[in-house]
């Protein structure tokens, strides 16, 4: 079918982008980056925007830097990251910061989907799609980043379970808002594991944990579960379990055999691969393996706080 | 004779390759969607929400009026027409009077995804949005998707002639002996398993370009076949013409595995809506109508029994299986459960065998044959069923497939479900299989190892049925000596173009460079049959070969004519014909007498002016050719698998296939098809499963849904081989194609029961997906 007509527009800047959203407004505009989640709902008439605006040309919206380097202005600081909206899933695993100081991004950016597809999909759609089962959500959620947007009431800095609906509420993303960047902040001990859909390449279940240490005792845990509900969870039963606790395996399992517990299989995701029974069960196996991750880079001591004294 | 391939393969350092795969790999080759034609219209379907309902009616006024849009048909508009539109079916075959599939719904749809109306427009996209523009009223009726419900009292009905909802019921086998075997077995073990519902998935979904000549009442259709002069007789059929009528073309076709060789509306409908309209009509199907309309494949339930004595010898096999044929009977599809009980015995001796088989009619698309077509079923119920016993018995499943293994001596052996295998050293295969795996280390390594998973090793053998009906091969010489071979067979990935213009060569020989082989274009090519089966090699090969032996026959003459001697004083060798050494020829004329004729020297005196005396003009063969019997190819696989029984994941560590498909002419090539085959197998065994759920919903109605594997998913594939030539075709050869889909599924099934087996698991239906598996083992605990 011909998707309803549309006018294309693309932006030069971001601040062309703001204008031509807010001046196309009345036509229900879309914006177009890498174009994965948009261009199948386009052709399957799940959406029919009249007018398009296209971002790809705004490099100050690709990029990874500490911040000072990307369009926003301010320096993020040593701290943190900051990943333009445009940058593709291929820029984030090359990159030795990320590599280094978000490891739960790019973990999960490892084994997100296809080499084809990292090459093109973006971190700012990727997180405004938030696609059930997609894998960034679960490691932006559990970094605690960021998500930066510009828009008609100007600049907005949204944590990542507001702007993901991860508490509940619906995603924070307002009409005729831009993302421009995802802030991450810096912490060693983080992990990803994914349980491959067999047919989608989404998670079944991906769990992505993040550990702050000091000196082999947990002194905070964020631990995010994709895959299992619409859309990404906190697994706080897993969390406390964790914080004030010693960095040790059995701590690490203990904790990871309560993350099925605020889940009712009835409200989890079910089809013919994995009912919402199993993927409730798998959640303890992911967030032991991604606590491990985790674990395992305290213990290298990759410039972190924590360090691998106590571990067994 | 002299190998031809050596010149092909000089400086080759990867190893021989195929004459296909460049135009393939840079996207050169040319399939039915990449031709256009400006004057092309285009067609897309109005299928069915439901499952089952009654079509109260169908309105396609707003449709019509849609710019673009040049005709919205529905089967009013076929009824009225000069063409039956219906597509072929083996009512003959059947226990009941039932309609066959209409190209268009009439009042009532039987599965979901089921043609009710058809569009054509300008474009594809206006063709989609038109078909959005019907509106069709339906009362929806209650469904019954699964063969052994649709066979109970209450169930909803399909057709009126088919009250039980039963196609036809098959006896295969000698019911009396058996039941005599199962009358005081010393034991009986028993299994009851589901064959999954599979569905095709070829990279590149069914597609037609039909066009319709005027003038001389003829169609051309360009489309994604197996089987071209299949497609004519089937087209003929639906269309009410005579073959002669229609051309069929096909083109580069991305994938069979069965479905491209049924008949389906798609390429009737266009074939119907070019006449209507006098205009090329495409239709390319969409992935999503390529899985709703099918034809899909397997889907049996089966119990079947097994009487063996304390020593382990097997005394009777007794099975009865409900096969799930769909809405309709498409073409065979119905009918061939009914001979899937032919490969029973596996590689057994099995005094006494009887199978019952129930087709039965459900609200899911049609079944038909899929890359094995019957003999995975068959093959994977008897491997099954020994692997439990052997269990049973506690016997190793190896021991006891030794035990019961039919002798090389035993060869021709008749089966008593009707298979005459006709070679075969099948225990030789089974040794050679176990000591690639090495098995008896595997097996001395125990289950438990010291990463917490659960190991298994399973292994499985089989036999299969290949090459069988009729088959036209044909060599042309052109004048210049170029020769172009033709077949009935068709290549989508069988590299036939290599294997028959390497066979040519080798009794040419003549380099494969002057060697070109055609198929696909009913009009170039006598008939055919086409290629399904693990056919091609056999049938059009040995056609091939014949008519070049007939043709380098013909050729001595003409050289013989040339060289003034008898034909039997001329030798041949690398292109060029001689006086044969020591009949240096009293009847030669003198010194102006030629000492040798090149071939392309005789291809220009066949064509030239005053052939010689005695002689027909020409030089070209055709042979119509039939194998004296079916060819049994036959192996044994091994898989080693490891199971987490946490999380119930598996891992598939090692994949052993020994196959003996007899002579193997293109070793590439084989080894390809054992592993598509055993990719394809493992897709079955693991992940692949069509999901309807109660209402006829298809729920696996696309890639994102349905779990085709990927080469991730696939273990390294060790191969190995014997070689027992088959003495029914002059190449020896057996077929390979479905080798792979026949033996994994029960291969890799067999290793994870024997994973679980300590548990009290006893048998775990496919697919093996991670949750199945640890539902089998919570369920042991």
Redesign the interface.
């Known amino acids: 079918m011909f998707p309803p007509q549309f006018d294309y527009h693309r932006a030069s800047s971001i601040d062309d982008a703001l204008e031509l959203l807010e001046r196309h407004a009345a036509d229900d505009p879309r914006i177009l980056a890498g174009g994965h989640s948009l261009l199948p709902d386009l052709k399957n008439g799940r959406a029919s925007p009249r007018a398009l605006v296209d971002i790809g040309e705004i490099d100050a919206l690709r990029g990874i830097g500490s911040g000072a380097d990307v369009e926003s202005g301010a320096d993020s600081g040593a701290d943190e990251t900051a990943i333009g909206a445009l940058t593709t899933y291929a820029d984030i695993l090359e990159s030795d910061r990320l590599q280094r100081h978000a490891p739960v991004l790019t973990d999960a950016t490892s084994v997100l989907a296809d080499l084809q597809i990292r090459n093109r999909g973006t971190i700012g759609g990727n997180l405004t799609a938030a696609e059930p089962g997609a894998d960034l959500p679960a490691a932006t959620l559990a970094a605690d980043a960021t998500v930066r947007v510009r828009g008609p009431d100007g600049e907005r800095a949204i944590d990542a379970a507001a702007f993901l609906g991860a508490d509940g509420s619906e995603p924070a993303l307002r009409e005729r808002e831009l993302v421009t960047e995802v802030r991450v902040p810096h912490v060693e001990a983080g992990g990803y594991a994914k349980k491959t859909h067999p047919a989608s390449g989404y998670a079944m279940v991906g769990v992505a944990a993040v550990l702050e240490t000091d000196d082999g005792t947990i002194t905070d845990a964020r631990v995010a579960a994709t895959g299992v509900l619409e859309r990404v969870v906190r697994l706080a039963a897993v969390e406390d379990a964790l914080v004030g606790a010693r960095v040790e395996s059995k701590t690490i399992e203990a904790a990871a055999e309560r993350a099925g517990e605020t889940i009712e299989p009835a409200d989890a995701r079910s089809d013919d691969h994995a009912s919402g029974e199993f993927r409730v069960h798998l959640l303890s196996t992911y967030a032991e393996r991604a606590l491990e991750r985790a674990v395992d880079r305290v213990a290298a001591g990759a410039g972190g706080t924590g360090t691998a004294g106590d571990l067994e | 004779m002299t190998d031809r391939r050596a010149d092909e393969d000089a400086g080759e350092t990867a190893g021989p390759t195929r004459r296909e795969d460049e135009a393939l790999l840079t996207g050169r080759a040319e399939y039915t969607d990449d031709l256009s034609d400006p004057n092309a219209t285009h067609l897309a379907f109005v299928r069915s929400e439901y499952g089952h309902a009654e079509i109260g009616g169908i309105d396609t006024t707003a449709a019509a009026g849609i710019e673009g849009v040049l005709g919205v048909y529905t089967w009013d508009d076929i009824a009225v027409s000069e063409s039956p539109g219906v597509l072929p079916t083996s009512t003959g075959s059947l226990d009941c009077e039932v309609p066959a599939h209409p190209v268009l719904a009439r009042d009532r749809v039987r599965y979901q995804g089921q043609p009710i109306a058809a569009v054509v427009a300008e474009d594809r ?2 063709a ?2 038109a ?2 523009a019907v509106s069709v009223e339906y009362d929806p009726l209650e469904a019954v998707v699964d063969s052994v419900a649709a066979t109970a009292e209450d169930a909803p009905t399909l057709f009126d002639g088919a009250p039980d909802n039963v196609a036809a019921t098959t006896d295969q086998g000698d019911r009396e002996a058996t039941e005599e075997a199962f009358a005081d077995p010393e034991n009986v073990v028993d299994v009851e398993l589901e064959n999954n519902r599979l569905i095709s998935s070829a990279l590149e979904p069914r597609a037609a370009l039909a066009e319709y000549d005027a003038a001389e009442d003829r169609f051309t259709v360009t489309m994604t076949s197996q089987s071209p002069h299949g497609h004519r007789r089937k087209l003929a059929h639906t269309l009410g013409l005579s073959e002669r009528q229609i051309r069929v073309i096909s083109p580069s076709v991305g994938g069979g595995f069965g479905h491209k060789g049924h008949h389906h509306p798609g390429e009737a409908m266009a074939a119907w809506c070019a006449r209507d309209l006098e205009r090329p009509v495409k239709w390319t199907a969409t992935r999503s109508a390529n899985y709703l309309e099918g034809a899909h494949g397997r889907d049996h339930r089966t119990t079947a029994e097994l009487a063996i004595d304390d020593d382990g010898t097997i005394r009777g096999l007794r099975v009865e299986t409900h096969a799930n044929v769909g809405g309709y009977g498409l073409d065979g599809g119905a009918s061939m459960p009914g001979w899937y009980g032919g490969l029973l015995s596996s590689q057994y001796r099995i005094p006494a065998i009887h199978c019952e088989t129930h087709a039965i009619f459900t609200n899911t698309a049609p079944v038909h044959s899929y890359r094995g077509a019957g003999r995975p079923e068959a093959i994977y119920v008897t491997e099954r069923l020994v692997d439990v016993a052997a269990r049973e018995l506690g016997v190793d499943p190896v021991e006891l497939r030794r035990r019961n293994v039919i002798e090389p001596d035993q060869f021709p052996y008749e089966t008593p479900v009707g298979a005459s295998y006709d070679s075969g050293d099948y225990e030789r295969g089974l040794e050679e299989a176990l000591e690639l795996a090495d098995y008896d280390d595997l097996r001395a390594r125990g289950r438990e190892r010291e990463d917490g998973r659960l190991r298994g090793v399973g292994v499985a053998c089989y036999t299969e049925s290949t090459g069988g009906g009729f088959e036209s091969g044909v060599v042309r010489v052109h004048r210049d000596g170029g020769v172009t071979v033709s077949a009935g067979t068709h290549s989508h990935g069988q590299g036939h173009g290599t294997t028959y213009a390497h066979l040519v060569a080798d009794v040419l020989e003549i380099p494969t460079d002057d060697i070109d082989v055609m198929e696909g274009d009913s009009d170039s090519i006598p008939t055919g049959t086409g290629t399904f089966g693990s056919r091609s090699t056999i049938t059009g090969g040995s056609a091939v070969v014949e008519s070049a032996e007939a043709v380098l026959a013909k050729a001595r003459r003409f050289a013989a004519a040339r060289l003034e001697v008898e034909p039997d004083e001329v030798a041949y060798a690398n292109g060029e014909f001689s006086v044969r050494d020591g009949d240096e020829g009293g009847s030669r004329s003198g010194d102006d007498t030629a000492d040798t004729v090149s071939f392309a020297d005789v291809a220009g005196m066949a064509y030239g002016w005053g052939v010689p005396e005695d002689m027909d003009p020409g030089l070209e063969e055709t042979t119509f050719y039939e194998p004296d019997g079916t060819a049994y190819t036959f192996g044994t696989h091994v898989a080693v698998v490891a199971i987490d029984p ?2 119930g ?1 598996l891992e598939l560590e090692r994949y052993v296939a020994v196959d003996d498909c007899g002579e193997r002419l293109e070793p590439t090539i084989v080894e390809g098809q054992v592993h598509g085959g055993v990719a394809q197998g493992i897709g079955q065994a693991v ?1 692949e ?1 069509a ?1 309807y759920d109660g209402d006829g919903t298809l ?2 109605n696309s ?7 990927r080469a991730s ?1 696939l273990p390294e594939i060790e191969t190995g081989q014997t070689v027992t030539p088959s003495p029914r075709n002059p190449l020896g050869v057996k077929g390979i194609g479905e080798a792979g889909t026949i033996a994994a599924p029960p291969t890799v099934v067999n290793a994870v029961v024997d994973a679980l087996a300590h548990l009290g698991v006893r048998h775990v239906d496919m697919p093996l ?3 199945t598996i ?1 539902r089998a083992i919570r369920d042991s605990r």
């Open positions: 996209y206006r989609r949005d078909v959005d946490e999380t994941e992940s499963r999901s729920l696996t890639l994102d849904s349905y779990a085709v594997p998913h997906t991670d949750e640890w």
